[in-house]
Structure formats: structure tokens, C-alpha cells
């Protein structure tokens, strides 16, 4: 693969949220191209709170003028003042430092609703969790020069569209592994989606067909595909995620709505408060029981419709099958006469093998020695893209949330770094100016919040 394929993979894992709404030419050899631009305005248009799909506090802080306010929130500050470094960690922002955004108020700053359940809520329910005594989580304020050349659209990484890079990643690195071992990475791959060929034809029927198919026997099949296809627990969560935020119309929200951020309490609970997930982080075991998806959604916001929800899941996460693990302009059929190889299935099944790879490194043989490397090429990818864009704070595209980070790698990125506290009415104040340097080298997955408790830098995020 040539640089300039390299470039053009990136590009394609990008959001770009300044484009127009729907493009006055579509590509005709994009089967989905009419269905992405049906769901941008459905999205956009026909939901309670779609408006901030294109104007939001995210987005008026990363185009405004002046410096720019991001909270970071840690629970290692001891650790990381005596080493003097601060090091980006993986997830949905690729390798960045994760933050959100701040915003001016009177002699200190009011967080994002991201940042202040990361602060309040996640950060401490973890640390508890995970029993590590004399851990508080710490907020830090960074103040960034917004650099001249800054770019000054918003493109923000979207980590479902990450696969074809994963598959593209480990065909470069595959001989780090052995013979046996890449011939038994393979086969497990292969395997996993043979034997979920069930769903994924159910989801192509009901994208590219129209097949009329029962929400429940849609979210029944979903739940018991997601052990073996580990990134549909990924899709399912950021496709209710967006359902709740966008749907959502209690008085909570509504207010949040008026400062101009998706309400994020909403997926949060569901995740840490009636799932339980806080200490033991996973997305690819994402799987709400069906049984109990509208007691579980009532708890989470009585506002929203129990039955709408599903209809929506339904068509929402077969798109996003079909659009995040098929191979752009292939639309796969006949399954049953699949030939069931590695390279056969990278042509129609590319970005999906890249993702069942990119999670099955995890748990790997040899997983220390090769898994960290593996996320570190991808940075040095996602830096040098950024670089050439001139991106210095990079956003999560998939929606935004709110989860901002800083490019490591900027070149001559100017910034200050303040340990903050929390007032009585929950605004941020900096209290002393610390002495930390943003190296641009990636910390060990093993060491993040989310994952262990030792003492690297966390990154308490959702993705």
C-alpha cells in the first residue's frame, strides 16, 4: 500500500461535520449512498435533539477564536508530576490525550456534562471498584494556543470506520507472529464470522432488500452474535447511545440541549449505573438483555419509547453493518456459497476482519508483544494524518459527544497544564501550574483506567 492509500484510509475514517448535509451528487457505485443520506437527515431532522448533530459546545469550541479549554481527568497525578510526561492511550480517539471541553465562567470553568460525569460519576465508581486506596481522580485544565494554521473544519475520527486500517495494520505486521500463530489468528477469525453468517445476512436483507423483520427477533439474534462478532457490541452501543441523546426529551436533557450538548448521563447509566460495567470496561460485551431492554431503558429515561427504540435499532445497526463491516461497494450475497478463506473474505468482509483481528490481539498468545505495537502504528498513522491536516485537538466523529483530545504530536503545540478543583456549584478552578510535557508515544493498553490500576495515564472513556 503506497502513501497515498495510506491518506485516503484515513481520510475515510473521518466525519466530516462542515460537509454539506447531503451531497447534490451521489456516487452511483455506492449501494449505500442513497440509505447514509436518507439517515443524515433523518438524524439531522426528524428527532427531538438532531439539531446538535451540527451545532453544539463542541463544535463552538474547537472553531472559535482564542485559546482553548479542555478538562483531563486523572488519578495518577503523583506518578505522572514525578515522571514529568503525560502520554496519549488508545480508544476512540486513537492516541490522543481525552478530554472535554471547558467553557469561561466568571473566575473558573464550567465543564461539559461529559466531563463532569467523568469526574464525578465514572472516575470514582472505578476507583472504587478496582480498590486502589489513596486514588482520587484529579481534573487537569490544559490552555492550547490555537496554533495559526490550525484547520479549521471539523473532522472528527469515527473508530467504527477504523477496519480496513486494522486489516491494513496487521498485513504489514503479520510476521511478528509466527506461522502457526497467524495461521491459528486466521482461522479463528474466519470462523467466527461462518458461524454468524446468520446475522449478517439478516442485516444485509434488511439494508439492501428490505426485509420486514421483528425488532425482537432482530435484537434476540444481535445478542447472541455479539460473543463471536465481539465490534457488534460496539455498533449496538453507539446506535443507543445515539438513539437515547438524539430521542431523549426529559428535563435533563432539555436543559443541556439549551448550552448546546447531547445529554452523555444518558449512555453513561446505562453502561455504569444499570449495567454494572464500571471497573470491568467492555464494550464488546455490550449485550442489554433483550428480556429486560424496556425496564432497563425506563431506568435509564422514561422519556423515550420502548417499542421506537427498537424499530430504530433494528435499521440503525444494520446500516451501520453494512456500512462499517462490509467492504465499501460491496454488498455480499449468496452465503452460503462463501468461500470460507482468509483473503476470499478480506475482499467483501475487509473492514469487519480487520476489526474481529484488531480485538482478537488482545487475548492473544503473545498479546504484550505484539498488541502494543500494533495500536502504536496505527497512532503514528493517525498523528502523521492529523499533522497533514493540521488537526490539533481531534474529536470522536462517530457523534459529538464531546470527547475531544489533544494531538501529541503536533508540531510546537503550545500549552499550559493546571491542576484544577471543583467548587460548590461544580465549576473547575486551576490551582497550581504543573511542569508536564505531552510525549507523543503511547501508553500500554494494560495500564489505562479502564483496564488496570496501575499508574499510567487513564483515559476514562466510553470508547
Known amino acids: 500500500m503506497d502513501i497515498r492509500d495510506g491518506y485516503q484510509l484515513w481520510a475515510d475514517a473521518h466525519a466530516f461535520f462542515d460537509s454539506p448535509l447531503i451531497s447534490?451528487?451521489?456516487?452511483?457505485?455506492?449501494?449505500?449512498?442513497?440509505?447514509?443520506?436518507?439517515?443524515?437527515?433523518?438524524?439531522?431532522?426528524?428527532?427531538?435533539?438532531?439539531?446538535?448533530?451540527?451545532?453544539?459546545?463542541?463544535?463552538?469550541?474547537?472553531?472559535?477564536?482564542?485559546?482553548?479549554?479542555?478538562?483531563?481527568?486523572?488519578?495518577?497525578?503523583?506518578?505522572?508530576?514525578?515522571?514529568?510526561?503525560?502520554?496519549?492511550?488508545?480508544?476512540?480517539?486513537?492516541?490522543?490525550?481525552?478530554?472535554?471541553?471547558?467553557?469561561a465562567d466568571g473566575s473558573g470553568f464550567r465543564m461539559h456534562n461529559?466531563?463532569?460525569?467523568?469526574?464525578?460519576?465514572?472516575?470514582?465508581?472505578?476507583?472504587?471498584?478496582?480498590?486502589?486506596?489513596?486514588?482520587?481522580?484529579?481534573?487537569?485544565?490544559?490552555?492550547?494556543?490555537?496554533?495559526?494554521?490550525?484547520?479549521?473544519?471539523?473532522?472528527?475520527?469515527?473508530?467504527?470506520?477504523?477496519?480496513?486500517?486494522?486489516?491494513?495494520?496487521?498485513?504489514?505486521?503479520?510476521?511478528?507472529?509466527?506461522?502457526?500463530?497467524?495461521?491459528?489468528l486466521r482461522e479463528t477469525v474466519v470462523s467466527r464470522i461462518k458461524n454468524s453468517t446468520t446475522f449478517l445476512a439478516l442485516a444485509a436483507?434488511?439494508?439492501?432488500?428490505?426485509?420486514?423483520?421483528?425488532?425482537?427477533?432482530?435484537?434476540?439474534?444481535?445478542?447472541?452474535?455479539?460473543?463471536?462478532?465481539?465490534?457488534?457490541?460496539?455498533?449496538?452501543?453507539?446506535?443507543?447511545?445515539?438513539?437515547?441523546?438524539?430521542?431523549?426529551?426529559?428535563?435533563?436533557?432539555?436543559?443541556?440541549?439549551?448550552?448546546?450538548?447531547?445529554?452523555?448521563?444518558?449512555?453513561k447509566d446505562m453502561l455504569f449505573a444499570t449495567l454494572g460495567m464500571a471497573g470491568k470496561f467492555d464494550l464488546a460485551k455490550f449485550r442489554p438483555p433483550p428480556a429486560r431492554f424496556e425496564e432497563l431503558l425506563k431506568q435509564v429515561d422514561a422519556s423515550v419509547n420502548a417499542a421506537d427504540a427498537r424499530v430504530y435499532l433494528r435499521d440503525r445497526i444494520s446500516y451501520l453493518v453494512a456500512a462499517r463491516l462490509f467492504t465499501p461497494g460491496q454488498v455480499p450475497d449468496a452465503w452460503h456459497h462463501t468461500r470460507w478463506e482468509f483473503d476470499s473474505l478480506a475482499a467483501h468482509l475487509g473492514p469487519l476482519l480487520g476489526h474481529l483481528i484488531h480485538r482478537e490481539l488482545r487475548t492473544f498468545g503473545r498479546y504484550p508483544d505484539f498488541y502494543f505495537y500494533f495500536d502504536q502504528h496505527k497512532a503514528l498513522q493517525a498523528w502523521n494524518y492529523w499533522n497533514h491536516m493540521d488537526i490539533f485537538a481531534p474529536f470522536n466523529g462517530t457523534m459529538p459527544k464531546g470527547e475531544v483530545g489533544i494531538n501529541p504530536a503536533y508540531p510546537d503545540l503550545e500549552y499550559r497544564v493546571w491542576r484544577a478543583e471543583?467548587?460548590?456549584?461544580?465549576?473547575?478552578?486551576?490551582?497550581?501550574?504543573?511542569?508536564?510535557?505531552i510525549a507523543p508515544r503511547l501508553v500500554d493498553i494494560k495500564y489505562t483506567l479502564m483496564r488496570n490500576n496501575k499508574w499510567s495515564v487513564p483515559e476514562p472513556s466510553v470508547s
Open 422 to 437: 471543583q467548587d460548590d456549584v461544580g465549576r473547575v478552578h486551576p490551582i497550581e501550574q504543573l511542569s508536564l510535557t
Open 24 to 103: 447534490s451528487t451521489l456516487d452511483p457505485s455506492d449501494p449505500l449512498g442513497q440509505q447514509s443520506a436518507a439517515w443524515e437527515t433523518r438524524l439531522t431532522e426528524d428527532t427531538p435533539n438532531g439539531a446538535l448533530l451540527r451545532g453544539n459546545a463542541l463544535f463552538d469550541a474547537l472553531t472559535g477564536t482564542g485559546p482553548l479549554y479542555l478538562l483531563h481527568v486523572t488519578h495518577a497525578l503523583e506518578e505522572i508530576s514525578q515522571h514529568g510526561f503525560l502520554y496519549p492511550s488508545g480508544g476512540c480517539l486513537v492516541g490522543s490525550i481525552y478530554c472535554a471541553p471547558l467553557t
Open 114 to 184: 461529559l466531563a463532569e460525569y467523568v469526574l464525578t460519576k465514572e472516575a470514582p465508581a472505578f476507583v472504587e471498584k478496582v480498590g486502589t486506596p489513596g486514588r482520587t481522580p484529579t481534573p487537569l485544565i490544559f490552555e492550547i494556543t490555537r496554533p495559526r494554521r490550525a484547520y479549521r473544519g471539523l473532522a472528527g475520527v469515527d473508530y467504527l470506520r477504523l477496519g480496513s486500517i486494522h486489516l491494513s495494520i496487521y498485513t504489514h505486521l503479520e510476521y511478528l507472529l509466527s506461522t502457526a500463530e497467524r495461521y491459528e
Open 205 to 267: 436483507a434488511i439494508v439492501f432488500e428490505g426485509a420486514d423483520v421483528a425488532p425482537g427477533v432482530f435484537l434476540e439474534l444481535l445478542d447472541e452474535t455479539i460473543p463471536r462478532l465481539p465490534i457488534l457490541g460496539y455498533l449496538y452501543f453507539e446506535a443507543l447511545a445515539e438513539y437515547l441523546m438524539l430521542h431523549s426529551t426529559n428535563e435533563h436533557t432539555q436543559w443541556l440541549a439549551a448550552r448546546g450538548e447531547l445529554n452523555n448521563w444518558l449512555y
